[in-house]
Structures are given as C-alpha cells and as structure tokens.
Nanobody, 128 residues
Framework: QVRLEESGGGLAQPGGSLRLSCVVS????????VGWFRQAPGKEREFLVA??????????VYADSVKGRFVISRDNAKNTVFLQMNALKPEDTAIYYC???????????????????WGQGTQVTVSS
C-alpha cells in the first residue's frame, strides 16, 4: 500500500519561500504519477502541479496560477517529491496535499479524483 506524508508547511511572509516534501512509502516514487493540490477554507480543491512517472519521461504539468512561482521535483534516492514555492502570496494560504497514482494519462493529472493515494496534508500560511 502506497503511503504519502507531506511536510514542510508553516508560516511564511509574502514574497517568501517554502519547500514542501512528499515522502513515499510502500512504492517507488519513480514509478508513480505525483501531484500537488491545495484547499483553502471555503474553497474547492485546486490542482497545482504534477510530475509523471519516470517511465513516461517525467513530464511536468503546471496550473497557470502557480506557473513561474512553484517548481516540482523528484528525488528517487529519497523516494520524495518536492514542491518549491517562491514569491508566496497571502492567497496561497491553504492545506497542501500530495497525491499519487500508478498510471494516469497526461490529461488526467489535474483531476484529483483520478488519484488513488493521498497524504494528510500540510498547512501553509502566508501572512505578514
């Protein structure tokens, strides 16, 4: 059973940076499609970015709302996917989740309902 555990959340100032980690157990991160999502209070879950499994070339897909500010990466040796978040804004405040699946089509990556495995989430608060 694949398990995901996020960490790295916390309080950041506007314009600051945070790096979130998603540690995978029970499977190899290189063989999983992994996405990051967030959910703010009173709002729907929002797709941020995903990275495809290595066997498909590891292509990344970004939501327009975070393109140029957030960067996803994968460390196979640590079995971890990272989300580097830069130029943070107060509207980035949310609970951030990583999700994984063994096989998704490229067009399916932005849809959370397609992922089989989810972490518990980590809170990110951007405030001065």
């Amino acid at each position: 059973q694949v398990r995901l555990e996020e960490s790295g959340g916390g309080l950041a100032q506007p314009g600051g940076s945070l790096r979130l980690s998603c540690v995978v157990s029970g499977g190899s991160v290189s063989s999983l499609d992994v996405g990051w999502f967030r959910q703010a209070p009173g709002k729907e879950r929002e797709f941020l970015v995903a990275i495809r499994r290595s066997g498909t070339g590891g292509r990344t897909v970004y939501a327009d709302s975070v393109k140029g500010r957030f960067v996803i990466s994968r460390d196979n040796a640590k079995n971890t996917v990272f989300l580097q978040m830069n130029a943070l804004k107060p509207e980035d405040t949310a609970i951030y989740y990583c999700a994984a699946d063994r096989s998704l089509m490229l067009s399916s990556l932005p849809r959370g309902e397609n992922y089989d495995y989810w972490g518990q989430g980590t809170q990110v608060t951007v405030s001065s």
